[in-house]
């Protein structure tokens, strides 16, 4: 039985740019020049380090590949680490007008790069977003999946309309209407703020200024996630999911987050969930030796 562990993410993110510029805070991280796999005309860029079992990294929407500039070095040390940046999300090229950023597509993708580097079967760790978008992979192609760490999957679907789930879903139904409310505004500032108001309450207002600036250049990317079409997925769905499976869940994540990481935990059959004390929604860097061990202890078990 594993511990519960703390920790608090804190997300580093990037807007668009074509090619990827090397900050101290990567440098640190061992985070180099970033190598690009093409998949079906698309670019992706992405970062590998260590050897042996592959281990695929799957950021959130406010983020880029370099969400895990503290994880990659700690888990190299055991796996070979691989960590992209979605479509649109930084260094990769900026949506045009014809973007397509549907769940659909970024399942696709994520395919596309596991069998494009020839390294399934694969652990993936993914947050929010990334970890929906493992969850799909995994149903549509189990072949290339080892196993899953998920923090907090954004499945909002998987909550049923029960009075148990009632105040989530309304919850839901509150920040998916005033995030509308802001994309429409275009104010940048305002976008990002309240999105971490609702995840990260406080999180904003102490964040760096090259923190902020990075969030900022970001919005285009988390605004086509945020909007873009995504796929259902219900707890018969996650029966399905016959890999192991850790979930992840901070106790100070809005309650809709940490309840549909409960659900998703209870559905699929070989599953653990740990409860995080002082972690919210932004869960991977702040605490990162605690967040590496508890991740290591689970994947080591897995090879």
């Not at 409960?262 to 002082?278: G, N, R």
């Amino acid at each position: 039985m594993m511990k519960n562990y703390i920790l608090f993410s804190l997300i580093f993110i990037a807007g668009s740019c074509k090619s990827p510029q090397i900050t101290t805070d990567m440098k640190n991280a061992n985070m180099q020049n970033a190598d690009v796999v093409t998949v079906k005309g698309l670019s992706f860029n992405y970062i590998e380090q260590g050897s042996g079992q592959p281990v695929v990294l799957v950021h959130g929407s406010v983020s880029d590949y370099r969400e895990w500039s503290k994880q990659i070095t700690s888990l190299s040390k055991y796996f070979h680490v691989i960590a992209y940046s979605r479509r649109y999300h930084w260094p990769n090229s900026a949506p045009g007008s014809d973007a397509d950023a549907s769940l659909d597509k970024q399942v696709d993708d994520l395919a596309g790069i596991i069998i494009a580097l020839g390294v399934s079967p694969v652990h993936i760790i993914g947050h929010s977003y990334g970890a929906a978008v493992a969850l799909h992979l995994t149903l549509r192609r189990p072949d290339l999946v080892r196993s899953l760490v998920l923090a907090e999957p954004a499945v909002a679907s998987i909550l049923s309309n029960t009075v148990e789930n009632d105040s989530a879903l309304k919850e839901g139904q509150t920040i998916r209407a005033k995030m509308k409310e802001v994309f429409a505004s275009g104010d940048a500032e305002l976008i990002i703020k309240t999105y971490a108001d609702h995840v990260a309450p406080g999180r904003f207002e102490k964040s760096t200024p090259e923190e902020r600036k990075m969030l900022l250049e970001n919005v285009s990317a988390f605004q086509l996630d945020n909007t873009s079409q995504r796929l259902p997925f219900t707890c018969d769905d996650a029966q399905k999911i016959g890999v192991p499976v850790l979930v992840i869940s901070g106790d100070l994540s809005p309650m809709g987050l940490r309840r549909i990481a409960e659900t998703t935990a209870q559905c699929i059959k070989k599953s653990q969930l740990i409860k995080i004390p002082e972690a919210t929604h932004w869960m991977v860097n702040e605490q990162d030796k605690i967040f590496n061990d508890a991740v290591i202890e689970f994947l080591k078990n897995k090879k």
